[in-house]
């Protein structure tokens, strides 16, 4: 997942574009007999899988802080909220828009680009695809800049600040609200596919 949701190649790049279409081939080998129709509901469903995996490992590798300490598990929530949360569903996204923009199909060469792109240019391409989507991104833009901020601070210092209760509500308040613009998007992407219909059941 981690190839297919943010890697860049440091050297190498023809073995890394070969990595990646490998990758992209397994999930796509039924597309040859479904080119006009096909739907990449097993790259979703792991890349949902790999969100709701990082949420227990999450659960899991912070419950000892809970006591000790609570600024340090506070700040991990807090980005994995912000950063872990637009990783995955940044692609999510714009699997939704390609599938709009392609007229209900998504080719390998469609998704090699997602996987070209970061996860702030997934959602910058979205708003290119459909612009009635812009002020959506946006929103969404400001808010993860909002978040880069406020992390751009030393990480003892920052997590310092999260064992301050005001601090702390004030921060999660921002995390429920950027999750909720992350939701509305992927809503407006698919209410009515039935694309969106696998990504619920």
């Known amino acids: 997942m981690l190839l297919i949701l943010e890697s860049r190649p440091l050297l190498g790049d023809a073995f890394y574009k070969r990595a990646v279409d490998d990758v992209i ?8 007999k479904n080119s006009a129709d096909f739907l990449p509901v097993f790259l979703l469903n792991d890349i949902l899988r790999f969100w709701k995996t990082l949420c227990l ?3 899991e590798r912070t419950g000892m802080a809970r006591e000790d300490k609570p600024g340090k598990r506070r700040l991990h929530n807090y980005k994995l909220k912000h950063s872990r949360l637009l990783t995955c569903y940044s692609a999510v996204i714009a699997l939704q828009a390609i599938l709009e923009r392609d007229e209900g199909t998504v080719s390998p060469d469609a ?3 997602v996987v070209s792109w970061t996860p702030t240019q997934r959602l910058e391409e979205v708003a290119q695809i459909r ?8 929103r969404i833009l400001v808010k993860y800049a909002h978040f880069l901020d406020t992390c751009d601070a030393d990480s003892s210092e920052l997590s310092s600040k999260f064992e301050g209760v005001a601090f702390k509500r004030a921060r999660f308040e ?11 998007l992927v809503f407006a992407l698919g209410e009515g596919t039935s694309l969106f219909r696998y990504l619920v059941i």
């Open 174 to 184: 921002e995390a429920t609200a950027f999750g909720n613009d992350v939701f509305d």
């Open 57 to 59: 490992n999450y659960e």
């Open 131 to 138: 612009t009635s989507l812009v002020g959506n991104v946006d």
């Open 111 to 113: 998704v090699a680009q």
């Open 25 to 32: 081939a397994v999930y796509w080998r039924d597309y040859d």
